[in-house]
């Protein structure tokens, strides 16, 4: 079945700092491949996508690479700031298919 | 446009008493599904719905039901509520996993 892995464990890190959240999937197929966000107290929010192998999706300073030889898509910033302090959720849906599948999730905090 | 709207935001229930998180969508889509957020599990699917007329069993179903009448809207229903029901409950809707969440329902099972 399709499934997600993310790094174990909460992120903490000062501002200005490089971030790194490690991700890596199971899949049949070639899926498309999500990261979401989550802020305090709200919703799922998409915060950039790969559909094919090599793409590379960003979004606010966000970046993350589609490799398929190494099944992951890891997400990095160069910089954060403290309002990138979130949970971040790795996502694969099958090929034209909507059915999302979630990792377990990152809280990142960004101290001042 | 509202997006995706869920009601209500907080609820408390006692076990075996039942209710239905109400979800509504203005954008058009076809697709809308529920998922349940608990602590250290990510978000897991509950049931999904291709269309008007059509619903699926997610991951964890047992203990949901849910319909569709229409493309706007997609209640789920608790029919008696249990302890393991607490959790977080979201709403989504979009097209080939580009989906756009809700707020949120808490909801709490004593």
């Known amino acids: 079945g399709n499934s997600v892995t993310q790094m174990e464990g909460p992120v903490t890190l000062s501002e200005e700092a490089f971030l790194t959240i490690n991700c890596t999937y199971t899949?049949?197929?070639?899926?498309?491949l999500f990261w979401y966000v989550q802020y305090p107290g709200e919703g799922l929010q998409l915060l950039l996508k790969?559909?094919?192998?090599?793409d590379k999706g960003s979004n606010k300073g966000f970046e993350a690479t589609y490799r398929k030889e190494t099944t992951s898509f890891h997400l990095e910033k160069g910089s954060v700031q403290v309002s990138d302090s979130a949970v971040y959720f790795c996502?694969?849906?099958?090929?034209?298919?909507?059915?999302?599948?979630f990792g377990k999730g990152n809280q990142v905090v960004v101290i001042p | 446009n509202a997006g995706v709207t869920q009601t209500p935001k907080f609820q408390v229930l006692k076990t075996g008493q039942s209710m239905t998180l109400q979800c509504a969508q203005d954008?058009?889509?076809?697709?809308m599904s529920w998922y349940r957020q608990d602590p250290g599990m990510g978000l897991r699917l509950i049931h999904y719905?291709?269309?008007?007329?059509?619903?699926d069993q997610g991951e964890v179903p047992n203990g949901y039901n849910v319909s569709r009448s229409t493309t706007e809207d997609f209640p789920l229903r608790l029919l008696s509520a249990a302890p393991s029901q607490t959790s977080v409950y979201f709403c989504?809707?979009?097209?080939?996993?580009?989906?756009?969440f809700g707020p949120g329902t808490r909801l709490t099972v004593l």
């Open positions: 996502a694969l849906a099958p090929h034209g298919n909507n059915r999302l599948a």
């Open positions: 899949a049949t197929g070639y899926p498309s």
């Open positions: 790969a559909t094919k192998a090599d």
């Open positions: 954008m058009n889509h076809e697709y």
């Open positions: 719905s291709v269309g008007a007329g059509i619903t």
């Open positions: 989504a809707t979009g097209v080939e996993g580009t989906q756009y």
